[in-house]
T-cell receptor
Framework: DVKVTQSSRYLVKRTGEKVFLECVQD?????MFWYRQDPGLGLRLIYFSYDVKMKEKGDIPEGYSVSREKKERFSLILESASTNQTSMYLCASSPVVQGKEYYEQYFGPGTRLTVT | GESVGLHLPTLSVQEGDNSIINCAYS??????FIWYKQESGKGPQFIIDIRSNMDKRQGQRVTVLLNKTVKHLSLQIAATQPGDSAVYFC????????????FGSGTQLTVLP
C-alpha cells in the first residue's frame, strides 16, 4: 500500500512564525502536491513538484514556498504565518509508470494548522 | 478558472438505501474524473474513477455515471452502510495533465440508522 505521512496531525503557531510542514511518501512517486482544505472551498492546490528540486505554483501559492531536495520528501513552508493560513493542509503523491502519468493521487492524513 | 461543483452540500440516507451524489463540471475538455471519500480526521481516499470515453463504471457497491452532454457526474452507492458516512469529493483533470486535479467542495453523506 502507498503510504503518505505528514509530520504533524495538529500544529499551533503564532503569527509571524516560520512554519515547516513535512510530507514523506514511500512509493517512489514522481509527483507530489500540497493542498489546503477549508470548509465550503474544497481542496485548493498550493504547489506541486514533478521531480526533485522542481516545483510549480498551484492556484494559491501566495504566502507559501516549497522544497523538494529528495524524491520522497516534499516540504511546505510558511515564511511568516498569518491567521488566514489557519487550515487543514493535505499532501498527496502520484506516480509516473513507464512514462505515463497516473491521475490518482494518494493523500496523507493532513495537518491541522492553527495560527494565533 | 474552471471549477467543479456539487448540487447538494449534504445528503442523508437510511441505512440500506442507495445513495446518489451529484457533481457538475464546466470544462468540456476534461478527460478524467475521480471520486474521493474523506472520513473525519483522515485524508481523502480513492473510490473510483472514469475517463471521458466511458459513460459508466462499476466498482464494489459503487457506480460512477458520466453524462458529457450536460457535464454531469454522479456517484451511486448501493446498500449504504454506516461506514459510508463521509465527505465525498469529485475531481477532474482540467489541464490535460495528470499533475493537476481540480476538486469540488464536497458533499457530506450521513447514513441514518
Amino acid at each position: 500500500d502507498v503510504k503518505v505521512t505528514q509530520s504533524s496531525r495538529y500544529l499551533v503557531k503564532r503569527t509571524g512564525e516560520k512554519v515547516f510542514l513535512e510530507c514523506v511518501q514511500d512509493m517512489d512517486h514522481e509527483n507530489m502536491f500540497w493542498y489546503r482544505q477549508d470548509p465550503g472551498l474544497g481542496l485548493r492546490l498550493i504547489y506541486f513538484s514533478y521531480d526533485v528540486k522542481m516545483k510549480e505554483k498551484g492556484d494559491i501559492p501566495e504566502g507559501y514556498s516549497v522544497s523538494r531536495e529528495k524524491k520522497e520528501r516534499f516540504s511546505l513552508i510558511l515564511e511568516s504565518a498569518s491567521t488566514n493560513q489557519t487550515s487543514m493542509y493535505l499532501c498527496a503523491s502520484s506516480p509516473v509508470v513507464q512514462g505515463k502519468e497516473y491521475y490518482e493521487q494518494y493523500f496523507g492524513p493532513g495537518t491541522r494548522l492553527t495560527v494565533t | 478558472g474552471e471549477s467543479v461543483g456539487l448540487h447538494l452540500p449534504t445528503l442523508s440516507v437510511q441505512e440500506g438505501d442507495n445513495s446518489i451524489i451529484n457533481c457538475a463540471y464546466s470544462n468540456s475538455a476534461s478527460d478524467y474524473f475521480i471520486w474521493y471519500k474523506q472520513e473525519s480526521g483522515k485524508g481523502p481516499q480513492f473510490i473510483i474513477d472514469i475517463r471521458s470515453n466511458m459513460d459508466k463504471r462499476q466498482g464494489q457497491r459503487v457506480t460512477v455515471l458520466l453524462n458529457k452532454t450536460v457535464k454531469h457526474l454522479s456517484l451511486q452507492i448501493a446498500a449504504t452502510q454506516p461506514g459510508d458516512s463521509a465527505v465525498y469529493f469529485c475531481a477532474e483533470n482540467i489541464y490535460g495533465s495528470a499533475r493537476q486535479l481540480t476538486f469540488g467542495s464536497g458533499t457530506q453523506l450521513t447514513v441514518l440508522p
